[in-house]
């Protein structure tokens, strides 16, 4: 089962940022939280990752509060093209296979 | 450098039928994972391959089974199909192996409908 909780859907305007909270209260100190995303037809993509520090690429941000029990992806400025569900996921960290637990993720609908 | 691609895209079978999906590993990746998406949900993890040996295995029957070729490209085989595993069927390649966490890339998946 996934460890991440996700709200199923959100709106967002076009040009806004777009803010996507995830729970993961469980997390154990050396796993990471991954964000990928999945555009309607396509396979996911790979957004950003990280441990406890907060994370900057050119797709996004990712803020984990400091009990990294949550975190929040960040797209600063939403474009129609960014209308996918995005997952959240915690990467496990024992088990030696790389396997990706998705749970169902959010729906982001950006709006013109 | 060439993304994962897999074949086909589209795929109809009738149940108790075989089926044969393809993936070809982004340019230098060693592993491959498998994974089935049903409609409306997120992706589930089927197995792992790395260097051509099978290292991790989700929640699914041995008759769904893999291979690994020397030139890292994948197959998923299966068999006696039924009618849940009516599904995207995606393939995500990563330099690594083992305890090691390189993002995944998957290709566009294979969409099979069992009827």
């Known amino acids: 089962d996934a460890k991440t909780t996700q709200p199923p859907s959100m709106d967002c305007a076009e040009g806004r940022a777009a803010n996507l909270p995830c729970n993961h209260s469980?997390?154990?100190?050396?796993?990471?939280v991954y964000w990928y995303r999945q555009i309607h037809s396509q396979g996911p993509q790979y957004i950003i990752h990280?441990?406890?520090n907060n994370e900057t690429n050119e797709m996004a941000s990712l803020i984990i509060t400091e009990d990294r029990k949550s975190s929040t992806l960040i797209l600063p400025h939403a474009t129609l093209r960014d209308t996918a569900v995005y997952y959240c996921?915690?990467?496990?960290?024992?088990?030696?296979?790389?396997?990706?637990?998705f749970g169902k993720g959010t729906k982001l609908t950006v709006n013109p | 450098e060439t993304g994962v691609t897999q074949s086909p895209t589209h795929l109809i079978k009738t149940r108790g039928q075989q089926v044969t999906l393809r993936c070809s590993s982004q340019?230098?990746?060693?592993?491959v994972s498998w994974y089935q998406q049903a409609l409306g949900q997120g992706p589930q993890f089927i197995f792992q391959?790395?260097?051509?040996?099978?290292?991790g295995r989700g929640n699914f029957p041995p008759r769904f089974s893999g291979l690994q070729f020397p030139n890292y490209s994948s197959e998923l085989n299966v068999n006696a199909l039924e009618l849940d595993d009516s599904a995207l069927y995606l393939c995500?390649?990563?330099?690594?192996?083992?305890?090691?966490?390189?993002?995944?890339?998957f290709g566009p998946g294979t969409r099979l409908t069992v009827l």
């Open positions: 340019s230098g990746h060693n592993t």
């Open positions: 996921i915690v990467r496990p960290s024992q088990g030696g296979s790389e396997k990706l637990v």
């Open positions: 469980t997390i154990s100190g050396n796993e990471y």
């Open positions: 995500a390649s990563s330099l690594g192996g083992p305890f090691s966490y390189n993002e995944q890339f």
């Open positions: 990280g441990l406890k």
């Open positions: 391959y790395y260097r051509e040996e099978e290292n």
